[in-house]
């Protein structure tokens, strides 16, 4: 699966795209917003721990777009979906606690 996020604000330097998910980096010319630059890195290892890729690009109408793509490998599909076909059965009283039906 594959997500794009856009945004219109300042954007990410050409020269600064390679270096955003290294931890600690901050971006000189984004103004005065506070961060510690570890919330890409954090986004990063999640999503690669998982088979994924995340990358950022300038956007050439402003702003900055940020595309991921998440993967789930055939044997945890089948494991996730049986996993909630088991728990999730129309007549399972979890349905009718929750108030789903």
């Known amino acids: 699966m594959r ?3 856009l945004d219109w604000g300042v954007g990410v330097p050409q020269e600064d795209l390679d270096r955003v998910f290294d931890k600690f980096y901050l971006a000189a010319e ?3 917003s506070l961060g510690l630059g570890l919330g890409l890195a954090i986004c990063k290892a999640f ?3 998982d088979d994924g890729r995340i990358s950022l690009e300038s956007n050439p109408m402003g702003g ?3 595309s991921l793509r998440l993967t789930c490998p055939p044997h945890r599909l089948h494991e996730k979906t049986k ?3 088991e728990v999730n059965e129309p007549g399972d009283r979890k349905w ?3 108030g789903s039906i």
Do not use: D, M, R, Y
């Open 3 to 5: 997500l794009l996020s």
């Open 30 to 32: 984004l103004g005065s």
């Open 47 to 49: 999503i690669e721990a």
């Open 64 to 66: 900055t777009i940020a």
């Open 83 to 85: 996993e909630f076909n």
């Open 96 to 98: 009718k606690e929750s």
